[in-house]
């Protein structure tokens, strides 16, 4: 399951917002050990006070989903990490936006500014066909 989790390059991120209304949203991410990364780049937005951010403020549980679908169906896999995210503070997030440009060329032509947040692994669980 880490394995697959650490090849996928894109996840999706489920976090909680008002009235408990799930909010899923897919990011680009790095893992490093038990802690996953993700930060708000230069993509268009329609603003950048994202549901995301006020999620994690109020409430830090997430989930984090990478899948594979595949019409011949022995070959499904799917892997979830529960977790606790924060939004790193200045100064807190070099290393992760670093991890970022590793993994995507397109973070190396514009590195993100935006808030980075760091999700802490609390479980990771999985299934293939």
Same mark, same amino acid.
């Given at each position: 399951?880490?394995?697959? %989790?650490?090849?996928?390059?894109v996840?999706?991120?489920?976090? #909680?917002?008002?009235?408990?209304?799930?909010?899923?949203?897919?990011?680009?991410?790095?893992? !490093?050990? !038990?802690?996953?990364?993700?930060?708000? !780049?230069? @993509?268009? @937005?329609?603003?950048?006070?994202?549901?995301? %951010?006020?999620?994690?403020?109020?409430?830090p549980?997430?989930?984090?989903?990478?899948?594979?679908?595949?019409?011949?169906?022995?070959?499904?896999?799917?892997?979830?990490?529960?977790?606790?995210?924060? #939004? %790193?503070?200045?100064?807190?997030?070099?290393?992760? #936006?670093?991890?970022?440009?590793?993994?995507?060329?397109?973070?190396?032509?514009?590195?993100?500014?935006?808030?980075? #947040?760091?999700?802490?692994?609390?479980?990771?669980?999985?299934?293939?066909?």
């Amino acid at each position: 399951m880490r394995r697959r %989790l650490a090849e996928a390059r894109v996840a999706h991120l489920a976090t #909680v917002g008002p009235g408990s209304r799930p909010h899923i949203v897919p990011i680009t991410f790095a893992l !490093d050990g !038990d802690t996953i990364y993700f930060a708000v !780049d230069a @993509k268009p @937005k329609r603003t950048t006070d994202l549901q995301r %951010l006020r999620n994690i403020a109020a409430n830090p549980a997430v989930a984090v989903l990478v899948d594979h679908y595949d019409e011949d169906w022995t070959r499904l896999w799917w892997v979830r990490v529960d977790g606790h995210a924060r #939004v %790193l503070g200045p100064g807190r997030s070099d290393r992760a #936006v670093d991890l970022l440009m590793d993994r995507y060329a397109q973070y190396r032509q514009a590195r993100p500014s935006g808030p980075v #947040v760091e999700i802490s692994v609390d479980r990771i669980s999985g299934w293939s066909a």
